[in-house]
């Protein structure tokens, strides 16, 4: 987690929802937002018009929390088109996860895909959790995500997502990935404050 990520009130964790054209962004937060979604879909025009009717602009932004609202997950969702590329940069500081949405059926966009996907967290450096939408099947989705170079330890979920049960199964991978992050990062603090310590009473 960031340190302006630290300033956040109790635990709200910043999720950047990302991915190609009409991968199941939109659908992602529409799915699992206990909010009313912000959302900045305009009718598509040109080619994109052909694959679907409508297009995010700007970006989506939704909720999840549990705990009774004690940890608080805030979705960004970003555009998919390349000439809205600008905005994923603008939403990307201070995140504390990745969720990278492919649809496991547009083969044709995963080379792409793959390679945003890694400029992106060779930037930010935070978990990643590749959610392969339109898929069921759990080995076809982590093929997908090795293609796409997600290493072998980062988040893998095959999903459907235009369904609730579905999206917050990703949801909560994103918020295991971030808590693990944290644990990590805790103990990397710890050991070198627990070798001096070790080395004070030896002394
Ligand atoms: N059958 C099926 N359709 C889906 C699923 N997820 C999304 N869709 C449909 O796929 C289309 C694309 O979904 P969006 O959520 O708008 O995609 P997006 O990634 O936000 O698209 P852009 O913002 O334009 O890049 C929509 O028509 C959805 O209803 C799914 O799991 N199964
Ligand atoms: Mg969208």
Do not use: W
Request: hydrophobic share 50%; aromatic share 4%; charged share 25%.
């Amino acid at each position: 987690m960031t340190a302006h990520a630290d300033a956040r009130a109790g635990h709200v964790f910043k999720v950047l929802v990302t991915g190609p054209f009409a991968a199941g962004k939109t659908s992602l937060i529409q799915a699992v937002s206990q909010t009313t979604v912000v959302e900045t879909d305009v009718v598509a025009t040109g080619a994109e018009a052909e694959i679907k009717q409508f297009t995010t602009v700007a970006m989506d932004f939704g909720t999840y929390a549990i705990e009774d609202g004690d940890v608080q997950l805030l979705m960004f969702g970003t555009p998919g088109q390349s000439r809205f590329r600008f905005m994923t940069d603008i939403m990307k500081g201070d995140v504390d996860v990745v969720v990278y949405v492919v649809d496991a059926e547009a083969d044709h966009t995963h080379a792409e895909a793959g390679e945003a996907m890694r400029e992106l967290l060779a930037d930010l450096r935070v978990p990643l959790v590749v959610a392969v939408n339109r898929c069921d099947d759990r080995d076809v989705a982590v093929l997908v995500a090795r293609q796409l170079g997600a290493l072998a330890s980062e988040a893998v979920v095959p999903c459907q997502l235009i369904e609730h049960e579905s999206g917050r199964k990703v949801v909560i991978e994103a918020l295991l990935a971030v808590l693990d992050r944290l644990e990590r990062t805790r103990d990397e603090l710890l050991e070198p404050v627990e070798r001096v310590l070790a080395l004070a009473g030896a002394a």
